[in-house]
């Protein structure tokens, strides 16, 4: 990378490929000029760009081999949480303030690895409107947020630490407009347990007419909904219920098996929810860390055991994900890493992508769920999400094109947000 940041605001980047994001092939020899925080030009490169500046005009920065992508967009983190292989219970210890500084570290390195919007889905108080304000002002680097603020959960449910807890119509519709007035972004509710303690991922929580009310409830507010679903039956609820985005899907029957259901998940395709399959969420940085350890040694009975259970929760997430693919929910499947939850590790987007890809979702498939699905399905799709004119200035450059191969995702060059260089 050559060049300088533009003091003035005003600045042009010449890539040698340019992907923009809205499933179009890529451009090569592209130059993308950006006033302020906006694109304001994105196209092939005229000749003299190519060539040293001359006289007054945009900073340029060249990137012989460098591919722009969109910032990606995360639908799925926890900034709150720590990522360092604890138990729910044991994060849930820390006090707040803990909790806000963990975030602000989670923050930047999200960021630095090329995530320029992500998606808070739940965390504990105000913790997650004060982390999104502290971005805004400028008081912590990391992407552009959009925040759920407390998970909207039942008595003893799933993330009742973050203190949403909401039973029957009226408590959750007074705990939705009480996040609302918080300023949350979207509304995100608990549908089924999860790794919280004392719930059980294999059953669904809430009925038909709680979950309604919290979709019409925050519909009323202008606000989306996204909705935790690991159980078969809350994944049915929901749909049935009108929510906009589903977490996880992973099928789970009551005795614990994941059996596919085609039925129910013809009714997703058929239902325009959006599925955020969290992919990297059974354990893929347990697996690579077990790996990697079994490269030097053997592992313990324990460690094989649990690497095992993860690659098996792994390949069945992936053969549902391909199989909803197959049925036509491609267009809307997701990017999200829940980041901070377990070991899920913050600054790995490219794993989401890398899984996808596993899943049998083309490169550009994989490339479109992280940026411009993303953005949609978060509500912010008009904004942010590809590289055009008149949208924020979110661009990432890789050292190499992701469509020959995803791991270039892993390989970031450079992260603009807001026309700014991230440092
Ligand atoms: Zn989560």
Not at 119 to 129: E, I, P, V
Not at 213 to 222: E, K, P
Not at 321 to 340: F, N, W
Request: charged share 20%; glycine share 12%; hydrophobic share 45%.
């Amino acid at each position: 990378m050559v060049g300088v940041k533009a003091g003035s605001g005003r600045l042009a980047l010449h890539v040698a490929a340019l992907i923009d994001g809205t499933g179009a092939p890529p451009l090569p020899d592209a130059l993308i000029t950006i006033e302020g925080d906006m694109i304001r030009s994105a196209g092939p490169a005229p000749p003299k760009a190519a060539g040293s500046r001359a006289g007054p005009g945009p900073e340029l920065v060249t990137f012989d081999t460098g591919v722009a992508v969109p910032g990606f967009v995360d639908a799925h983190v926890h900034f709150t949480l720590f990522a360092d292989g604890r138990s729910y219970e044991a994060m849930a210890a820390e006090p707040d303030a803990m909790m806000a500084f963990a975030a602000a570290r989670n923050a930047l390195t999200h960021l630095r690895a090329g995530v320029t919007t992500a998606r808070d889905n739940g965390s504990r108080n105000r913790l997650g409107f004060a982390l999104k304000q502290a971005i805004d002002r400028g008081l912590v680097a990391g992407p552009g947020l959009l925040v759920s603020g407390r998970p909207v959960t039942p008595p003893g449910g799933h993330f009742h630490w973050c203190n949403g807890i909401a039973d029957g119509p009226d408590e959750i519709r007074q705990a939705v407009k009480s996040l609302a007035a918080d300023g949350a972004d979207h509304i995100k509710i608990m549908a089924s347990g999860g790794g919280t303690r004392g719930t059980d991922p294999a059953r669904a929580t809430y009925t038909v007419p709680e979950l309604t009310c919290a979709a019409d409830a925050a519909h009323q507010l202008g606000l989306p909904t996204t909705a935790h679903c690991r159980a078969s039956e809350s994944m049915r609820r929901a749909i049935e219920a009108g929510l906009d985005c589903m977490e996880h899907g992973e099928f789970i029957a009551p005795d614990g098996t994941r059996p596919f259901d085609p039925g129910l998940a013809a009714r997703l395709v058929d239902s325009g929810m959006y599925l955020s399959p969290t992919l990297q969420a059974n354990g893929w940085d347990t697996i690579l860390r077990l790996r990697a350890v079994r490269e030097a040694r053997d592992l313990a009975p324990d460690e094989e055991r649990v690497l095992a259970a993860a690659e098996q929760d792994t390949q069945t997430s992936l053969d549902q994900v391909s199989r909803l693919t197959d049925m036509g929910l491609g267009p809307r499947i997701v990017a999200g890493t829940d980041a901070g939850c377990f070991d899920f590790s913050f600054g790995h987007i490219d794993y989401c992508l890398e899984l996808m890809v596993a899943a049998g979702m083309s490169p550009m498939q994989a490339l479109v769920a992280s940026t411009s699905v993303a953005a949609t399905a978060c509500g912010v799709g008009d904004q942010v999400g590809t590289i055009q004119v008149g949208k924020r200035a979110d661009i990432v450059i890789l050292a190499a094109n992701p469509l020959e191969d995803i791991r270039a995702v892993s390989r970031v060059l450079a992260v603009y947000k807001d026309g700014e260089l991230v440092t």
